[in-house]
């Protein structure tokens, strides 16, 4: 696996076709991303991350972190 860029986290898998990163799976807790980015997401650590992007109105995760 091809190394990623230095300000990323961690190894992600790509896409085969288009070589982009692949999206977040809908379906992770919020509790998960916390631990992760080390940084509260409004709304409880139950939700699922899809819940939390439909409620803020944003496409992606990357959307989300940058509010």
Do not use: C, N
């Amino acid at each position: 696996m091809a190394k990623d860029a230095p300000k990323m986290k961690g190894l992600r898998p790509r896409d085969r076709s288009s070589g982009r990163l692949r999206r977040k799976r809908e379906d992770t807790k919020v509790k998960t991303l916390q631990k992760k980015y080390r940084r509260r997401f409004g709304g409880h650590a139950s939700w699922q991350l899809g819940t939390l992007l439909r409620k803020w109105r944003k496409p992606s995760l990357k959307k989300a972190i940058k509010r």
